[in-house]
């Protein structure tokens, strides 16, 4: 199938190079990194070994092709814009995946695609950016894909098959709109912690403070996530966490990574939307705004 990955990070480059074992793969992604994997191939150790030979540019001007598969993995802050680029290059067939972090980025790809197009995928594979053309799977995890209904289509089906017969292990979700905000509650009470205290997943669990400070973030998300009549369980929601940092201990957190390029993190998409939904409907959101507050001042 002809896939295309927008957004070539961390995670961007870790599903279109397994991707591109079975299938032609087109990576948009900065220009240093779109060099190197043009040069050499995009290189992948750790938990996965792989010398890709997926090709890469920074747009879609040079793509020739019409994507089967276009998958949306930039930040949230990112979505509109490239959700704008892939049109341009999709047809009513496409099928897009929006893999991303957050609680806003769906609502940003439908002003541009049809949302009969769109399916969602969740991830809690690890995966750090190391250089240029080079990246390092560091948590095996797993993914979930569904529509925005719930209903298994036939092009939901299509792309589970090809995740899976790449290798990555996809089960399809009935609720995928719940399983958003259970990611946004894991990555709320994980991100901000490592940004701040710039630290992999798993010392937020070695430490007795962090761990506290975890747990009493997961509690107030989960409330905030209540009072949108999610209806989930704060125990259920700190057992999810804590094995989502054990799964990615070696892991630095997508925002302690943007941290550390200087580049924009996306806590205004998770904790930020927190907050603002926090507000809305008049429940306790402290913890929620300090994280905001401190990691929008060290950016």
């Not at 002003?111 to 969602?120: E, P, R, Y």
């Not at 929601?237 to 799964?247: L, Q």
């Amino acid at each position: 199938m002809n896939i295309l990955v927008f957004g070539a990070g961390a995670i961007g480059s870790l599903f279109g190079g397994v991707l591109s074992k079975n299938n032609n793969v087109v990576l948009i992604g900065r220009k240093k990194h779109v060099e190197a994997i043009n040069k050499k191939g995009l290189e992948i150790n750790g938990l996965t070994e792989i010398n890709a030979e997926a090709k890469a540019f920074e747009n879609v001007d040079n793509i020739s092709f019409k994507p089967d598969i276009a998958i949306i993995s930039v930040k949230s802050y990112d979505t509109e814009n490239a959700t704008k680029a892939i049109k341009k290059v999709i047809d009513k067939n496409t099928i897009i995946v929006s893999l991303q972090n957050g609680l806003d980025n769906i609502e940003k790809i439908e002003k541009h695609v049809d949302k009969k197009q769109i399916v969602v995928c969740i991830t809690t594979h690890g995966s750090v950016f190391s250089k240029p053309g080079h990246i390092v799977h560091t948590g095996v995890g797993k993914t979930i894909i569904g529509t925005l209904n719930g209903k298994k289509t036939i092009a939901l089906t299509t792309v589970i098959e090809e995740f899976n017969a790449s290798g990555i292990k996809t089960n399809y979700s009935k609720d995928i709109v719940r399983d958003i905000w259970i990611k946004a509650i894991v990555n709320s009470s994980i991100n901000p912690l490592t940004t701040i205290f710039q630290c992999n997943n798993g010392n937020l669990l070695k430490n007795p403070i962090l761990e506290k400070s975890v747990e009493k973030i997961c509690e107030e998300s989960t409330n905030i996530a209540n009072s949108e009549n999610l209806n989930l369980s704060y125990n259920e929601m700190i057992k999810k966490t804590k094995e989502v940092i054990r799964e990615t201990s070696e892991n630095k957190s997508s925002m302690l990574q943007s941290f550390l390029q200087g580049k924009k993190t996306e806590i205004d998409s998770i904790n930020g939307m927190l907050l603002k939904i926090a507000r809305k409907n008049k429940v306790k959101s402290m913890l929620n705004e300090v994280l905001v507050n401190i990691v929008s001042n060290q950016q």
